[in-house]
């Protein structure tokens, strides 16, 4: 496993402390994966996204030297009817042929989509459509502030008492990761495939992790 060290720096011209925070990290983590796209011949891209259509940017958007495709994942869409209704687009079940883009880049999605085997079954299918490898940034579970809510220490009681605690509905809380625990998921992909595993740290300790998966060619 070969670990690669990013250091986050914060601007303190830019306001808003947590907002300031998460911009640096996806600063961070799109350049390395730009890094990771020119070192594999670049080539198109899928990003499997978690936001809805109507919020925010894929990380990656305007930045891979290459033809991107978004498609959003495991949250809920505006319908574009006009009549506010939702639905769910499962990540798990993705509307493309195998091996249909070069590479595919997963940001701040898997840790949404279940537990481990729902975690797995994302993954499995994000690199059943990619034909050279996958990208995949993630929340460090160790990390001791939960960046998404701001509050310290409480992920790291057993996963059930903290989606108690800070209220995330049944089933659909997040399932935070550790190095290992993503080791452990891209070791059980069908195939042979270099993992590498990266981090961004925040005042010291790794915040972020980002997994790369290269496919044999």
């Given amino acids: 496993m070969k670990l690669m060290d990013a250091q986050l720096v914060q601007d303190p011209h830019e306001a808003g402390l947590r907002e ?19 070192e594999g011949g670049g080539g198109s891209v899928l990003a499997v996204c978690g936001r809805e259509r109507h919020r ?18 495991l949250e ?9 209704r939702y639905r769910r ?22 840790e949404h989509a279940g537990g481990f085997m729902q975690q797995f079954a994302l993954l499995k299918e994000m690199s059943r459509v990619a034909a050279k490898g996958l990208f995949v940034a ?12 701001g509050l310290p220490l409480l992920h790291w009681l057993p ?4 989606h108690r605690l800070t209220g995330q509905k049944s089933g659909q809380g997040r399932h935070l990761l550790s190095a290992g625990a993503l080791m452990t998921m891209a070791s059980l992909l069908p195939g ?16 972020n992790f980002f997994m790369m998966i290269r496919k044999p060619q």
């Fill in 138 to 149: 993630t929340a460090n579970r160790r990390y001791p502030i939960d960046l998404d809510s």
């Fill in 192 to 207: 042979k495939h270099v993992i590498d595993i990266g981090h961004v740290r925040l005042a010291g300790p790794k915040a």
């Fill in 159 to 162: 996963t059930p008492v903290w």
């Fill in 56 to 73: 925010g940017q894929p990380m990656i958007a305007g930045d891979a030297a290459g033809p991107i495709v978004v498609t959003c994942a």
């Fill in 89 to 110: 687009s499962d990540g798990r079940h993705l509307s493309y042929g195998d091996g249909e883009f070069d590479w595919v880049c997963c940001d701040d999605v898997l």
């Fill in 76 to 84: 809920l869409q505006v319908q574009g009817d006009g009549r506010s």
């Fill in 20 to 38: 300031r925070i998460v911009q640096r990290q996806r600063q961070r983590l799109s350049r390395a994966f730009q890094s990771f796209h020119a």
